[in-house]
Every structure is written in C-alpha cells, then in structure tokens.
C-alpha cells in the first residue's frame, strides 16, 4: 500500500537509485517527533502516535519488498516513563490495541515479531499480547520485526554485565573467557546482526540510549522529517544515502561493494 500523498514518480526514480546488491539487511530506527507533528498542526500529541503506526506499516512493507528483512524500531525507551501518565497510558493501550488488530495479517506476511526490552512493568493484557504474538509468529522466515519498548541501552548491557558476574562467581565461566562475543551474547538482541543503518528522523542528533552496543559501527541517518510524515520515499532516500557511505570499519579501504557486513565484528 502506497501512501496517497507519495509521489508515484518521485518512487519510480528512488527505487531506480538503489543498487539492489547492497541494502542494508538490518536496519534500525528511533521513530522520533510524533508529538512535535502532532501539535504544529493543532492536535493532541497522541494523534501523532496514531499516524506514526500507519508509518511503521508502510515501512515494513517497503523494507521487505527491498529484502532488508530485519527492522528493529524504538518504540518506548526507559527514559519515556518520566512523560505524563496520561501520554504513558495512551501508548501502552495503543501497543495493545495495534497488537490485537494486526497480528493475524503480521503472521500472513509471515513476519517474526518480537519484543526487546524489560516487560515486567507493563499491565497483564499486554504482556499476554505480546507472548501471543510472539510464539505465534516466532518460525516465520520473511521478515523480523523487533520492536524495543522500556528499552534502555545501558540497562541493557549493566544487566548483560549482571549475568556474566553470576555466571563467573558460581565458576560456569572464567573471568578470561569474557570476550566481546560473550558479552554478546547476553544481550537482548544475541543472534541479531548488527544494524548496518540507523535511521532517525525529527531531526534530533542523538541515539537516546537506543542500541548503544550494536550501533557501534552502524551508520547514521537523520532526517528533519517528522516520522509521522515519514514514508516509503523518505525510506529509499535514507538507502541510497547509505549507500554513498565509505565504510571502513577502522581500516583505511572501503568494503567490497557488495557487502554490507562489518568484518571485524559480527554477532
Ligand atoms: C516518538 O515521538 C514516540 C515515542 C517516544 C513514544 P515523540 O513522542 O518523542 O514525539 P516528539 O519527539 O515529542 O515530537
Ligand atoms: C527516543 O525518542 C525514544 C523513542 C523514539 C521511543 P525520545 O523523544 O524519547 O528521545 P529524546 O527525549 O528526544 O532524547
Ligand atoms: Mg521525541
């Protein structure tokens, strides 16, 4: 589905840019600004939460109709807690609310939808939902859906440390067994590849404690656009940026063309 105000032509050309060999496989977004959009144009900021989950169906499908099958998206980081009540409710009713009435057409497409973040906090309904959701669609191979919500980079890698602390003093690890594969692998995201493009749009020049370990080699991209005005166009220019991108990984050559993978470090 195309949005109506995208332009048909504008696609065309885009989609004709792309070097179809070198889309990134996993990319991943802090879908930022919905509020901002919401009130330049007179309305409650929760009506920027509703168009941006439009965005975000419109994103998967443009994502999987260019084989980048793994889409990892900020949904509600920890530091969202400290909003208004009234904003923090809004956004956990529409998790629950999109998650029930999209579920059934995420497994169609054969999409693996799977939550990052702690969960303990949010009410039952919603954790139901989202193991549901997740143990229906966990052997679908098209597509990955990670959807991070109360999800801080750092928490993430102080309870990753945690583990390994527990693992080292019951002696199940020696200290000098922990390398950055280990470490790796207590992570929330252990068997995800890195994501090769951060994609950030309402112009902010920051990663908000988003991925602060995975994105250590990843590229950039932000975007003034505000993500509910965020769309498949907007998704192809951040592609074709990307791959403009001389990736060197420390080194002083470029990768190969064809590749998107960081040879130093992989999951
Ligand atoms: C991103 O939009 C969505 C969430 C953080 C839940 P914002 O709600 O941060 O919108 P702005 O950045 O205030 O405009
Ligand atoms: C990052 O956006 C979190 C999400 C998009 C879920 P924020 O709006 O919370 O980040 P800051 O406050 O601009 O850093
Ligand atoms: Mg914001």
């Not at 529409?94 to 029930?100: A, S, T």
């Not at 965020?230 to 060197?248: G, P, T, V």
Request: glycine share 4%.
């Amino acid at each position: 589905m195309r949005s109506r105000n995208i332009s048909t032509k504008e696609n065309s050309k885009l989609s004709n840019s792309i070097d179809k060999l070198r889309v990134p496989k996993h990319i991943a977004i802090i879908m930022d600004g919905n509020g901002r959009w919401a009130i330049k144009k007179g309305l409650p900021r929760s009506f920027g939460h509703n168009k941006g989950v439009s965005v975000l169906k419109e994103i998967i499908k443009a994502s999987k109709s260019l084989e980048c099958n793994v889409l990892t998206v900020y949904a509600f980081s920890t530091e969202n807690w400290t909003r208004p009540s009234k904003e923090v409710d809004f956004l956990i009713n529409l998790f629950e609310k999109v998650l029930k009435k999209e579920i059934s057409e995420i497994h169609q497409e054969s999409i693996k939808i799977s939550f990052i973040g702690d969960l303990s906090p949010f009410p039952k309904a919603l954790k139901s939902i989202i193991n549901s959701s997740e143990s229906l669609t966990k052997n679908n191979k098209d597509f990955t859906l990670n959807i991070c919500v109360n999800y801080g980079g750092r928490q993430e890698i102080v309870k990753a440390a945690r583990k390994i602390a527990i693992k080292s003093c019951s002696g199940e690890i020696n200290p000098s067994d922990i390398d950055e594969q280990l470490f790796n692998s207590e992570l929330l995201t252990s068997g995800i590849n890195d994501p090769e493009l951060l994609i950030r749009t309402s112009g902010e020049k920051r990663i908000s404690n988003f991925l602060l370990w995975q994105l250590a080699y990843s590229e950039i991209y932000i975007t003034d656009v505000m993500w509910p005005d965020f769309n498949e166009n907007e998704f192809l220019k951040a592609i074709i940026d990307y791959q403009s991108r001389d990736r060197r990984f420390g080194g002083i050559q470029s990768l190969p063309k064809d590749s998107c993978k960081n040879p130093n470090y992989s999951s």
